[in-house]
């Protein structure tokens, strides 16, 4: 059975309306992130979805060396907490370093483990400590029973607000695929689950120097996972997605969300 989690007010869990967490990969620059999130509140609010606004201050995970990785944790927190002061939105980012984490704690209502950290048990329990709502993405090397692991070192610190994000797991070279048994599965753990649409056409490493991507397929995914009970999902967005400079090939063009979700609480309202 699912255990609710509240982040400032939204109910995430089982009977519960579904969640989205949605924004650009990365933040870019200021005037576009606060584009992106005045209109994807404009979106969820006309279609009544709640939104948890997503951005990455520094990726660094990134496949090449050259790749942009953001503004860093500075000036990518200030522009998230300007986000909040001006459109009133939950926040999510991840963390990747311990020393981190106590001023992302200061801004997000949600701190996200990244999918490759999701076994470091210092960065887990610091960000534990926090009592801030922990995101954990599910690690592509990972079966779903194992994150069971990850959340008993989170409860471990008498943190349970915790949430297990669904986001494929690797199939042979630069390719992932979804099991969605493993919504189910990770749900037993007492912990809302949300699925991660679009990083789950990802093709890590596809393209060489970066990760390349189907973004064509994620509606299809995110339409199953919700009919499976998912909790909420996860999409990245972006308003010319060909141009981003994160993740662009497994990211959702903006203008086109609003059908997709609308679909999505239809699913959810009869699942």
Known sequence: MNNLVNIDNLQMGEGQPLALIAGPCVIED??????IAERLKSITDDIGIPLIFK??????NRTSLGSFRGPGAADGLRILAKVKARLGLRLLSDVHRIREVDAAAEVLDVIQ??????RQT???LAVAGTGKTVNVKK???L???DVVNIVEKIRSVGNDRIVITERGVMFGYNNLVVDFRGIRIMQ?????VVFDATHSVQLPGGAGTASGGQREFAPVLAKAAVAA????VFLEVHTDPDQALCDGPNSLKLDTLAPLLNRLKRIREVA
């Open 55 to 60: 951005a990455s201050y520094d990726k660094a």
């Open 113 to 118: 483990i990244p999918a490759f950290l999701c």
């Open 139 to 141: 690690g592509q090397f």
């Open 229 to 232: 009970g998912v909790d909420g």
């Open 143 to 145: 079966a779903p029973w």
């Open 30 to 35: 200021e005037g576009r992130v606060l584009d």
């Open 188 to 192: 037993q753990t007492g912990c809302p």
């Open 122 to 124: 210092d960065l887990v």
